[in-house]
């Protein structure tokens, strides 16, 4: 089924959907774009190529309790904690933000046990894709076969043909936002198709590299790619497919919280033990281990490249160390072939 | 609390705290129903005392005790400074189990050779238990268990009387330097055993200890011909989750909370040397 509406009446379509639930929509705030639940007079950044922070934390928030405790003497009393949730819905989601949600929910939804954390919400969000014209300089989601106009996955695929809107439904869940929008959307004529945006890709080698990245761990290129890495983490923050995280406690003896909330691989402590052994001692370790992790731990679990080609870490990184730089120093040949 | 988030702890309470050494204390807990949940020997737990946090233990006590659960515990950070601390009858949280466990039904029909250092001994202690308990099904028993002194060696009831007049088993206790009140033998269990010429045919050797002792133990079960497959260790790590998605204890694509924390020898050749 497919819908369009004016960009005029987008504002009357928000406050409809938002009435079911919140309705997140890039919104800028700040330097930044970020996925927002609507509020009145919010206006919707629907025209920027990508949201600075992943639309991820829609799913998987970037601090989140969990747990309430209360402690009397010896008395302990648990109880689970957070905001319920309920219906909700993505609004505008790239083909490259729809890809890193396939990867997470293999972690959080594809192994026992599942995350119910993220899986409520997961659950419960509708996502709209909006497909990309134009693609940033620093984007290369074709590399992993991803087509910035079709986000599989999707309830609502949308598109601009000029100043309109235009939706195709395809799911029940994606009808229902149809229902939900009434009179506000009109019958769009068939034939409207997304843009065929200019492919993105850096020609990079991803041909069988997880298989070839298994010789390279030893590999002297690691010496010279980590040394700029200033371990700011904020490769890992932008990133839409990071998911470590850490737990922790706030409060008093008596009462208090437990959250989870986003942490970083490149961070020093992140390994370090009560004992003061770390197993991945300097910069480098960690470098490698999220490279790695990217490239040919994840494919090994799940078959898939953990990368979605979208650009942040390249964007982000003050000192220009990003996937593609260790995809080109460690994908090719090995320093004895040269 | 039985919740479908498996990062929330239930409750349990501390029925028992021992001191074992001046560092390491013996705690046991249970539910209101006894051992809170079934487990293999070598599988870990969550222990959680808000508002210090949580940690993960490897379960010292065999699965064939199901009043109650035991945790030998060193004191390293924040968290087992607290849980020294406490008395029976205090609540805490729990959850669990994790990891895969020793290997108990490949073992089967093996001598079992046991390398333990200091604090090292707790996880292993699951597995002996449970293979004196079904003692028909497990060939010879060596324990091998040793510490910086006389006064770091734990489980001392076990180690000096209830182990050495098992069946067929035998236990070889040494310490690393002379000490007045010591008579036993005196060197680094890696020499130990090189002293004790063990021989491999149909034994697997399990060992836990500091990685220094684990290293050179390694070299030594080589240099006595025992092949990386006949090596069984398991692994202590950073965790948060203990459900392999927080990201912190992974070997390339294996989780330590998940996939192991038991690996064999064999196994942990394929790995980054990552612990």
């Not at chain 1, 922070?53 to 008395?75: A, H, N, Q």
């Not at chain 2, 929330?8 to 249970?30: F, S």
Request: proline share 8%.
């Amino acid at each position: 089924m497919i819908k369009s509406i004016n960009k005029a009446g987008l504002d009357r379509l928000w406050e409809r959907l938002a009435a079911a639930g919140p309705l997140y929509l890039p919104v800028k705030e700040g330097p930044a774009v970020l996925f927002r639940p609507w509020a009145e007079g919010a206006a919707a950044a629907l025209d920027v190529t990508q949201a600075t922070v992943s639309p991820k934390e829609i799913f998987f928030p970037r601090d989140e309790t969990y747990l309430k405790f209360r402690r009397e003497g010896e008395k302990l009393a648990l109880a689970e904690s957070g905001t319920p949730a309920g219906p909700a819905i993505a609004f505008g989601l790239r083909s490259c933000d729809l890809r890193a949600v396939e990867l997470l929910d293999l972690v959080f939804r594809g192994q026992e046990p599942a995350d119910a954390l993220y899986g409520r919400r997961r659950e419960n969000t509708m996502l709209v894709a909006l497909a990309c014209g134009q693609p940033d300089p620093s984007c290369f989601c074709g590399a992993f076969g991803i087509n910035p106009a079709d986000a599989p996955g999707a309830d609502v695929m949308a598109w601009w043909d000029g100043d309109v809107l235009v939706m195709e439904a395809r799911t029940a869940r994606g009808e229902a936002l149809f229902a939900a929008a009434g009179e506000l959307l009109q019958e769009s004529a068939a034939g409207s198709k997304p843009l065929a945006p200019a492919t993105a890709e850096f020609g990079l080698p991803l041909e069988d590299l997880p298989e070839r990245l298994k010789s390279r761990f030893y590999d002297p290129a690691w010496d010279r790619l980590y040394r700029g890495c200033l371990a700011c983490g904020g490769c890992t923050y932008f990133c839409p497919t990071c998911h470590c995280f850490d737990v922790q406690d706030y409060g008093s003896q008596e009462r208090g919280e437990r959250f989870r909330c986003w942490d970083s691989c490149m961070f020093g402590r992140f390994t370090l033990m009560a004992g003061g052994h770390n197993p991945r001692p300097t910069q480098k370790e960690r470098v490698r281990n999220r490279f790695l992790h990217k490239l040919q731990y994840f494919p090994e679990n799940f078959g898939r490249f953990a990368c979605v080609g979208c650009g942040r870490c390249l964007r982000s990184c003050p000192v220009n160390l990003d996937i593609v730089q260790a995809i080109r120093a460690l994908g090719g040949e090995t320093v004895e072939q040269r | 609390m039985n919740s479908v988030n498996p990062l929330v702890p239930q409750k349990v309470t501390l029925l028992e705290i021992a001191a074992e050494t001046p560092e390491i204390k013996t705690l046991r807990v249970a539910g209101e129903g006894g051992a809170p949940f079934d487990f293999r020997p070598g599988q870990c737990a969550m222990l959680s005392l808000p508002p210090v946090g949580e940690a993960l233990f490897s379960i010292t006590s065999s699965p064939d005790c199901r009043d109650s659960l035991e945790f030998s515990i060193k004191e390293a950070g924040s968290v087992t400074r607290a849980l020294h601390a406490l008395s029976p009858g205090q609540e805490l949280g729990l959850r669990g189990p994790y990891g895969n466990g020793f290997p108990v039904e490949t073992l089967k029909g093996k001598d079992l050779l046991f390398i333990g250092g200091g604090i090292g001994l707790a996880p292993l202690r699951s597995l002996i238990n449970y293979c004196l308990a079904h003692r028909a099904g497990y060939g010879h028993i060596d324990i091998v268990y040793g510490a910086r002194s006389p006064a770091d060696l734990i489980r001392r009831a076990e180690i000096n009387k209830r182990w050495p007049a098992a069946p067929d088993t035998a236990v070889y206790l040494t310490v690393d330097a002379e000490f007045p009140e010591w008579s036993g033998h005196v060197g680094f269990v890696p020499s130990y055993v090189s002293e004790l010429a063990f021989t491999p045919e149909n034994r697997v050797a399990v060992t836990c200890g500091p990685p220094i002792m684990i290293k050179f133990v390694l070299k030594a079960l080589e240099e006595l011909k025992f092949t990386p497959d006949q090596v069984i260790t398991t692994l202590e790590m950073r965790m948060k989750c203990g459900v392999g998605k927080c990201g912190r204890c992974n070997l390339g694509s294996k989780y330590v909370c998940k996939d192991g924390p038991v690996f064999t020898l064999a196994e942990l050749k394929t790995l980054p040397a990552e612990y």
